[in-house]
Each structure stands twice: as structure tokens, then as C-alpha cells.
């Protein structure tokens, strides 16, 4: 089979989903070609300037103006806003013939079958044979798209069908024509994972394919749910969010966002093409619905859907939500449930559904009868639209957001209790459930050897999950392979002599127990293996040092206990840095405070492309206290090039700390200096990162890696460098630009920075800039207005500007 490459994607249609899609490609390094329709007139702007309809500007104006207002929109779709140059617009008469030379054509145009199949025909034309053609449809079958087409593109045509927005959500469907063939499916299925970073789901030619059928089937059911339980969208949605690892915006606030024409638009479509579906009346739309529909009333995009953003007379903001038995906005209601306080202290999501399905409230009776409905479905959607079970749960995760998918819930509930409360809320499962129980096999999967194993209806069998090996799985491994274990951290065998250290704190913040934890891996590690990797599998890599612990020591004033907890986290950094084994941080989602100073002091950096970093001390009253204040110097001075003006780079590096910038992406975190060029790495698909990370401390190990020397040749600007910063801090509090406490803070991290107020450009050792920066931060630590800030951060999870 010829190795295909993909050098350059042709994406027609620059809609929200075209220019989103045309994003992604460009992110991960791809030659992009975004085409859409000339327009049929002039706007009023176009007659001002006297412009022709035959002028270029007026013939690729929506393709243009649809990927600005993507480029501008929030989250941004891009990683790196010089990524945009990889992408080329066009209209779809002047620059269709440039689809000859493009890798592969997507078409991302209006959902109608007609319009579409003109864009096949005018593709065609055009298309050089052997390209791959693919269409990203939601709900269209894809045999109808390739009737009358070529042979040649019938092999190579199918649905590739991403989730808006593309570059966030993780599923990639692959779904195959009549005659796509074997090879263009392959391609594809191991091209959304390794390039795409996607969760690739070959997926049947039915209605909605797998992740909107199963989706769309769980938002109609809440819908009729609402009415019967009588519940408020604010308890729906207190229910369906983060408490059982659903995304914050849940179920309404979801809809909002995604449009209620959209799901609208999916659920006609399955209840007109799915008549012998068992919950085919499910799929009706309730009254309210149908109501909404008609006042316009879909979400963000109309200012009003379930929930409508209003100025009060104070000229506050206020978030009403819909009254669904009287259709009018009022003020929120708190929701609160006495099973979901059961639960408060129960970190790990999936140890919840036990407790949720046993409550005697409101609450225990919602999810009974939602998961009863839930488990019923998908086992009767097996083999419809997917043969294994697996693909369902993969689909729900990448493709909705959920931390578990419904097999893996019925499992963490157990088989035999969903079986049962299925049975009193009169569901009936699929006859291969019980076949399953019966034979002995008592859960959907099972792990053996660090690799998940599902069950396989056709074979009754434990059958191996495939695409694994470039995985590795910390849940997996982590008993089996388990070297230490402290309350923090659980140090594995990642296998060729290379260690993981995973983080096992509330949101992962680094406190005593897990910078212990790391200290004994790196002891572990110089003994007895070759490297060590710190990283995690958890939402976010580390949020940072554990603030209540701080802030109880500076509120009982214990400065001797504080300075020596300061001196141990400063100290664990420089042994990663320091240590006699190559050392890789791991990071992902956000990646904040002390979750970026250990990056900083890693030897290398393998960070997923989502990672969120920045040093973002100032908003709770402090500068970075474990050494960031001191790298940061450090990369400054790194960076000084002859004939330089030092002051302005320093100053760069001091507006990041100052700032508290955080980067919205990996390749952000390059320019704030966070990461360095030529040294750390990105890697797109997270699921391969522990992989990578390993790999790299492999590598770095085999090609013999030396004890750095600790460092005393760090040039600091002295006075020079502290008077430009405190006449620059003492302007901006002159303007109100920053307040009072703001400039304290911001006056500590320029002395620390500067190297203190030496007369003269000194060179200096790491230990000395980590003392100033100790003593700074401790000095803050005595502030009340510090204390302030950070009760606050910790009561409300927001910085308090004081």
C-alpha cells in the first residue's frame, strides 16, 4: 500500500464548522485551501467604495469574512494566531480548479442533500483521481452523497465528520460508503488520531451516526424527563454537569451554545429516518420546544434560549432562566439536592454513580430513571449503528465532553444493579445483555496487562481494545505497576527503565505530601532506572501550589514553618533540574503557578497542544515562590543578545510574571517563554503523550545524559534594571492602571528579578536568586491584603483585585 501523505486539504463551505475545521488543519501544520460561493450582490459598504461584482475582493468576501469573525471568535480556534498564514481563500468559480492539487477535498456545506450533490458534481471536474473526498455531514446518509459519481471517487469518498468546535472536541466519525475501500478507511480512522489528535470512531451509515444518535437520544430524553419529575433547568442542569463528569455547561447551557435549530435539525431528522427505533416517540419534541422554535428563542446566537443574559437597572448583568411550565424568564434558583452532598467528598467521578442511584430524593429518582433509559438504548443500538460497545462510550466522551460513557457507568453501578433498576422503571435491555450475564461475564470490560479489554458480543469474549500500543493508560497500569504511594502521588513502572510520578491531590495542586512524593521518585529513580516522567491523566495537570496550606501558616503567623515549606518546594525544583537522571514534565489543560514552575524546571517539556500555563502568582498577593521568579531571570539574561537592550528583554520576561499571562495553547506558551524553542515539544493527540514523554526520557537517557552543573553565571542588571521597573510600576499606579497592593507586589518581583540593587551588571548563582525571591514572597505573606487575595481565591475560585 503507497504511504499517503497529507500536505494540502482543500475545505469547501466557511461556515462556523468550515473555518473551524480549516483552523484545526492549519494547526497541525497542513497547507489549507478554504473555498465558499461568490456572492449575488453588492453590500451597501461594497457601493460606497464604487467596487464591481467582478472585483476580488467583493468575489471572496464570505469566504474572508467567515474565517475572520472564526479567527476573533472565543475559544479561539486557532493555537497560534501566525497559524492563520498556512490558510488560502478562494471562491468556488475562480479557484476550484486548485482542488487538483490538494491531498484531500472535505465538503462542509449546508446540510441539504440537492446542494451538496452539485458540489460533488463540480468537484469532479476537478479532482485529480486517487484524492481523498470526504464530507462532513452530521445526519445525511453518505450513500446518497456518492450516488452517480466516478468509480474512483466512490472508493475514496466517505463521511469524516467532526464536532464543533473542531479543535476542542475530541471525535473524529469515519463513516464508509458502499464502496469507500478498505485502505481510504484505515487512512483515516489512524490519521485522526496521530495528526488530527482526534478520538477516531469508524462509525455505520445511519441516522446521526454514532455520537449524535446516543447524544441527541439523551437530551430528548431529559426533555420529556423535566416534566415528569418536575423539574427547573437549573436542577437539570446541577444534575447533568461536572458531578457525574459532564462539561460545566451541562444540558441546557449546552444547547444554548450549540443552537436549538441544530439539535432540533438531528431530532427530525432520526425521528423521520428511524421509525422502528423503540424510543422512536422519544424523539417528538415537547410542546416547550416546539414553542422556543417558533419565538426564535435558540440559544447565544438569538441572545435567549434556556437561559437569557439581561442588564439590570444597576447595570448589572443578570442570568434569567426559562420557567418551563409558564415560558417566561426569571431570576436562577439555587438547585440543591441532599444525594449530591453525599457525594462532596468523593474526588473520582466514576465512585459516584453507586451513591447517586441509590438516593431516596429527587435526585436519586432523576438518575434511576435517566441511566434505566440510557443503558436500555445503547444496548439496543448494538449492532445497528456499531458492532462493539466501546465505540459508543470512545463517541460519548470525544464528541460530548463526558468523562465516562455509558457502558462504563453501568459497569462503575455494576451489570446486575443496572439490570434491576432498569426492571423497575419498566426498561428492557437487548437480549445480548443477558446472554453476556449468563455466560459468566459479569462486566463490559475488564483490564489485564495494562490494556482495557471489552466484551465481544459475536465472540462472548473478553477481546482486546484495539489501538492501544501507542497509548499508555496510567488507570491501566497504575496497581499493577505501582513503586510508591504516599496521599499526593503514585509513582509506576512505565516499563524500559523509565518512571511516571502521577499527581493524586484535589485538582492536583503540589503541596507537603506531593512534593515528598517527588523527591522519592527522583531518589527511586537515580538508583534503580534511567529517567522520570512527571505526568497525569486527571482534567488538568496541577493548578498550582496548595494555597489553603499557605494561607493557614501566614494567618497564624508560623514564618519559620512558611519560609522552610517555600525552601522545600524551591528546593524539589532544582532536584528535578538537578538531578543524575533526565527529568520530563508532562503538562496539559491548565497548567498554572507551580504546575508551570516544575515545567520550568523540567530538562524537557512534552506538553499536550490544549495545555493552559502561565505563572499566575499576582492574583493571589504573591510572586512565583519556587523558582519561577529566579528561571524567569534566568531566561531573561539566556536570551541577551550582543548589542541588546537588555532592560527591554528583561522587561518582557517581568510583564508575563506581572501580567500573570497564561498562554491559551502550548504553542502560545513558546512566546511567553514558559517554553523554550529547540528544546520542549507539542504533541496534538493527549492520549499519546505519556507515550511521548517516555519515549523522550529514553532517548535523552540512551544517548547518555550528564548531571547539569549548577549555574553561577547568571547576569543580573542590578540598579539599572530596578529603577526602570519601579518608575514604570509607580506610572501605572500614578494612573490607576494598577492598584496600590498591585504595585507592592510587582516592586518585590522587580528587586528579585534585578538581582537586588547592586551597583552594577553582576553575575550571580541560581541560590542566590531563589533566596531574594523567598524572602519576597514570604514579606508578601505578612501583607493583609495578600491574605485577602487569597481567602478569596480559595472561597471563591476568582482573584480579588484589592
Known sequence: MSKR????????????????????????????????????????????????????????????????????????????????????????????????????????????????????????????????????????????????????????????????????????????????????????????????????????????????????????????????????????????????????????????????????????????????????????????????????????????????????????????????ETLDYRSKKRASFPTLELTKTVDKVIERFPILVKGKDKAGEFYRKNFAAMFAYVSHRIPEISDELYKIDDAMKAGFGWEHGPFQIWDAIGVEKGLEIMKAEGKTPAAWVNDMVASGNTSFYTVKDGATYYYDIDKKAQEKVPGQDSFIILDNIRKSNEVFKNSGVVVEDLGDGILNVEFQSKMNTIGGDVLAGLNKAIDIAEKDFAGLVVGNQGANFSVGANIGMIFMMAAEQEYDELNMAIKYFQDTMMRMRYSSIPTISAPHGMTLGGGCELSLHADKVVAAAETYMGLVEFGVGVIPGGGGSKEMALRAQDTFKKGDVELNTLQEYFLTIGMAKVSTSAYEAFDLGVLQKGKDIVVVNKDRQIATAKAQAKLMADQGYTQPVKRKDIKVLGKQALGMFLVGTDSMEASHYISEHDQKIANKLAYVMAGGDLSEPTKVSEQYLLDLEREAFLSLCTERKTLERIQHMLKTGKPLRN
Open 5 to 324: 501523505r497529507i500536505k494540502k486539504v482543500a475545505i469547501i463551505g466557511s461556515g462556523i464548522m468550515g473555518s473551524g475545521i480549516a483552523c484545526h488543519f492549519a494547526n497541525i501544520g497542513v497547507e489549507v485551501l478554504l473555498l465558499d460561493i461568490v456572492p449575488r450582490e453588492l453590500n451597501d459598504a461594497e457601493k460606497a467604495k464604487g467596487l464591481t461584482l467582478e472585483d476580488k475582493v467583493v468575489r471572496n468576501r464570505i469566504v474572508n469574512n467567515a474565517l475572520a469573525a472564526s479567527l476573533k471568535s472565543k475559544p479561539s480556534p486557532i493555537y497560534h494566531k501566525d497559524f492563520a498564514n498556512r490558510i488560502t481563500t478562494g471562491n468556488l468559480e475562480d479557484d476550484i480548479a486548485k482542488v487538483a492539487d490538494v491531498d484531500w477535498i472535505m465538503e462542509v456545506v449546508v446540510e441539504r442533500l440537492d446542494i451538496k450533490k452539485q458540489v460533488f458534481e463540480k468537484l469532479e471536474q476537478h479532482r485529480t483521481p486517487g484524492t481523498l473526498i470526504t464530507s462532513n455531514t452530521s445526519g445525511i446518509p453518505i450513500k446518497f452523497m456518492s450516488e452517480g459519481r466516478s468509480e474512483d471517487f466512490q472508493k475514496h469518498f466517505c463521511g469524516t465528520h467532526f464536532f464543533n468546535p473542531a479543535r476542542y472536541l475530541k471525535l473524529f466519525e469515519v463513516i464508509p460508503g458502499p464502496k469507500t475501500s478498505q485502505d481510504v478507511l484505515d487512512f483515516l480512522n489512524g490519521y485522526g488520531e496521530q495528526f488530527l489528535g482526534k478520538t477516531s470512531v469508524i462509525a455505520k451509515d445511519t441516522p446521526a451516526f454514532i455520537g449524535n444518535r446516543i447524544g441527541i437520544f439523551g437530551i430528548q430524553s431529559l426533555f420529556h424527563q423535566v416534566k415528569e419529575l418536575g423539574l427547573t433547568i437549573e436542577e437539570v442542569d446541577k444534575l447533568t454537569g461536572p458531578v457525574i463528569g459532564r462539561p460545566k455547561s451541562a444540558t441546557f447551557r449546552t444547547v444554548d451554545v450549540v443552537g436549538l435549530d441544530t439539535l432540533v435539525h438531528v431530532a427530525n431528522g432520526i425521528y423521520d429516518n428511524c421509525p422502528d427505533d423503540e424510543a422512536h416517540e422519544l424523539f417528538k419534541l415537547p410542546d416547550f420546544i416546539n414553542t422556543m422554535m417558533e419565538n426564535k428563542w435558540l440559544g447565544s446566537k438569538t441572545g435567549q434560549g434556556f437561559y437569557k443574559k439581561v442588564k439590570g437597572d444597576n447595570g448589572k448583568s443578570e442570568i434569567l432562566s426559562l420557567d418551563l
